[in-house]
């Protein structure tokens, strides 16, 4: 399954279940069919409360208290203060979709010069109340195997928690899920939150697969000119974030006056070369033609 049948999974329309994506509410056995009398292209009611609501600049309650991998009661503070963070909810006996947004997550960290532990944060935690720090362990354990930086152990967090903090994040991030009884199951959008070191949201990355440079100017931009280069923040200045897809562009305004003030400086240092130039050589034939060195 490719990273926008990821993202149609979660969308709430009747024409992209029609499309036979798999919805997120369909996980381990799939709901089948409508009901009888009901239209066979009518959205299953579970994906009507499946969504992000954005909530871009919100600030996430930090004081809220989780249980890490290791068993220890931490607070999301511990987490924030010097870098950008990505926050994302799945639950750890998903048989699907969190694991596929969770290995697109790593596999867009995978190529870049930016490290976890270093440059930025990766929280993910269970919005399943019942699931244990022991599951956290062997998640966390599956993906440091694959991505093998100094600072990832430091910088990488699987986090359980009780329900009420759990709904007071989900809230906090704009993050609507849903559980379904019949199959034991959680319909849930297909998306990771970046946040700000102050842990204010910046950005939504959707889908199951991220581009790394999405992922890269995404960090750099939470960062608020704390990580990446001066390359990074010249060509942020060129991207465009769109909240709606989750994605950047190329703004081709930003980049017509980037490059009309190159020209203008390209020309301002060739006629002040020339000038230079210019005077040098009047002050030598002066020199020559008074006797004067």
């Known amino acids: 399954m490719n990273g926008r049948q990821g993202f149609f999974m979660v969308c709430v329309t009747a024409a992209m279940v029609a499309a036979a994506v798999v919805s997120p509410a369909a996980q381990r056995t799939a709901p089948g069919s409508s009901a009888p009398g009901q239209p066979a292209m009518a959205p299953l009611p579970i994906l009507k409360d499946v969504r992000i609501d954005q909530k871009l600049d919100f600030p996430v309650p930090l004081d809220l208290a989780f249980v890490d991998e290791a068993g220890k009661d931490v607070t999301l503070s511990q987490y924030f203060g010097t ?76 986090l359980t928690g009780r329900q009420q903090a759990i709904d007071a994040l989900a809230d906090a991030v704009g993050f609507r899920y849903a559980y379904d009884e ?26 199951v697969e991220f581009a790394p ?13 704390q990580i990446g280069t001066l390359v990074d923040q010249a060509l942020l200045y060129c991207f465009h974030y769109d909240p709606a897809t989750g994605k950047y562009s190329v703004a081709i305004m930003k980049f017509v006056q980037l490059g009309a003030i190159l020209t203008l400086l390209g020309i301002g240092a060739f006629v002040f070369v020339h000038l230079r130039r210019d005077r040098q050589q009047n002050r030598a034939v002066a020199s020559t033609a008074t006797g004067n060195r």
């Open 182 to 207: 019949a199959i034991d199951q959680y319909a849930h959008p297909a998306a990771v939150t970046v946040l700000t070191p102050q842990g204010h949201v910046s950005k939504y990355l959707y889908g």
């Open 83 to 158: 870098r950008p963070a990505v926050l994302a909810l799945v639950y750890y006996e998903c048989p699907m979709l969190c694991t596929q947004v969770l290995n697109g997550l790593f596999s867009s960290m995978q190529p870049l010069t930016l490290d976890a532990g270093r440059d930025f944060d990766i929280i993910v935690v269970s919005f399943d109340p019942g699931e244990t720090p022991a599951m956290a362990q062997a998640k966390k354990a599956s993906y440091l195997a694959h991505y093998q930086r100094p600072t990832a152990e430091a910088g990488i967090h699987f």
């Open 213 to 225: 440079m999405d992922f890269r100017f995404a960090m750099v931009s939470a960062g608020e000119g």
